[in-house]
Nanobody, 128 residues
Framework: QVQLVESGGGLVQPGGSLRLSCVTS????????IGWFRQAPGKEREGVSA??????TTYYADSVKGRFTMSRDKNIRYLQMDSLKPEDTGIYYC???????????????????????WGQGTQVTVSS
């Protein structure tokens, strides 16, 4: 059974940094995509970044390129967020979706419809 547990959210001033963590249990999935999504009040959920292990590609939304970085240490996935802006405020979710061996990573992996398993979310607030 896939389980995802996020942590690391909090209140930070504009220009500051946070590192989100997602503890995963996906070692038996084989091919998959793992992504970070966020949802601000009154807005739709949007993809922030995604990693696809079929071809080891990582994608970032244009709004976070150069500021956010995905990484991994064993079964923990991280999202390092630097130069945070008020518009980065929202609930951040870690998600996993199965992929076939022939699937190639693409920006489409930033859409939530491709993901089946979701964590409970962690709140990030960027405010002075």
């Amino acid at each position: 059974q896939v389980q995802l547990v996020e942590s690391g959210g909090g209140l930070v001033q504009p220009g500051g940094s946070l590192r989100l963590s997602c503890v995963t249990s996906i070692s038996t999935l084989g091919y998959y995509a793992i992504g970070w999504f966020r949802q601000a009040p009154g807005k739709e959920r949007e993809g922030v970044s995604a990693f696809v292990n079929t071809d080891d590609t990582t994608y970032y939304a244009d709004s976070v390129k150069g500021r956010f970085t995905m990484s991994r240490d064993k079964n923990i996935r991280y999202l390092q967020m630097d130069s945070l802006k008020p518009e980065d405020t929202g609930i951040y979710y870690c998600a996993v979706g199965r992929r076939r061996w022939a699937d190639v990573g693409s920006p489409k992996d930033l859409t939530s419809s491709g993901y089946t398993y979701w964590g409970q979310g962690t709140q990030v607030t960027v405010s002075s």
